[in-house]
DNA sequence: TATGGATAGTTGAAAAAGTCAATGATTTAT
DNA sequence: ATAAATCATTGACTTTTTCAACTATCCATA
């Protein structure tokens, strides 16, 4: 491990910019981040046939909490036409599946087959390490205050 | 001031899927956090003609650090064709201007012209009364940290 | 000083993602 | 009962992203 430098295809030569003012930008940074473990994660998930997010979703649907797609797609950010594609896809490889939600025969609970458990299990253990490439310069402490810090703008509002 | 649940379109409610294990998700924060501020940002922007994209190209023009189009789209992670479009965009409008490089005359600078430093001003001030808005969850204090975490990961790997 | 290979910006096409309105089934309120 | 609202779904449409050319310019070296 003498050079890491030339090696890589997303690494960045010099950053002069770096001066510019909106490098102090939450949003800014917020999205350079994201983007640069965008990459590393969808290469890591590449191997299951999941990108960043057929994996959310198959992480909700794997979870016990049963949620609807409607839920899924508030929690995701995404529209719920949105969750119906990836879900579709999802369940034609057999990882996930529709069922009637209990009280309201309107909304599907999706969870995760057998299969898709395991095949999340992995794509877990991969995103994990994807996740530490790109924050591999914080230390661990760090990386656990920078979360707390994320988990505390996002649901802290009103509490 | 008795309930802001209702009122404002992007509020959340109730959330349960909180306790899902992707909830300690690094890449999965800083989506979420991201499309939170992306939604804030670009309702303030919209005024002066302007998205999150614009914006940050402006800033970097409207920096005395000279940036050149390709230089912009490695900081930006974005495609060199689509910074084209901004800036197209951006000159059409009187808001920045293209020069040949000094050294490099393929290359092109970026500046703000007289009326784009004005623009951006006052885009600027709306863009941070909208990140307050999105870190509302936050004290002052932890802002600061976060960003500092957030560059920290961005620019101290391998330093 | 020519020749070849790389790089900056630009263009255009194709794929992917996001937005939005309409629909049928079901629930909730009146 | 009836009316209004909600969930999943579909389809149209727009925007964004990705990628492969292409021209002009730079750089290395024979």
């Known amino acids: 491990m003498a050079t ?3 090696d890589a295809p997303g690494t960045e030569p010099a950053e002069k910019l770096v001066a510019a003012p909106i490098s102090q930008d939450a949003g ?5 981040l994201h983007a640069a473990g965008s990459v590393l994660n969808n290469r890591a998930l590449a191997g299951f046939g999941l990108k960043e997010r057929s994996y959310s979703v198959l992480a ?25 594609a990836l879900i579709d896809e999802l369940e034609k490889r057999g990882l996930v599946m529709r069922a009637p939600g209990k ?10 087959t057998a299969e898709g458990s395991s ?5 877990e253990a991969a995103a994990r390490e994807a996740e ?7 230390s661990d402490a760090e990386v ?11 649901w802290n509002r009103g509490a």
Chains 1, 2 share one sequence.
Request: hydrophobic fraction near 50%; proline fraction near 3%; charge should be neutral.
């Open 28 to 32: 800014f940074l917020l999205a350079k």
């Open 4 to 6: 890491d430098v030339d």
């Open 144 to 154: 656990g205050e920078l979360k707390g810090l994320l988990r505390k703008a996002l």
């Open 119 to 123: 095949v999340f299990r992995q794509a």
């Open 60 to 84: 909700l649907a794997n979870s016990d909490l049963e949620p609807t797609q409607r839920e899924m797609a508030e929690f995701l950010s995404l529209d719920p036409s949105q969750i119906v």
């Open 103 to 112: 009280q309201d025969r309107r909304a599907k609970i999706v969870s995760a």
């Open 132 to 138: 530490s490439a790109a924050l591999a310069g914080l």
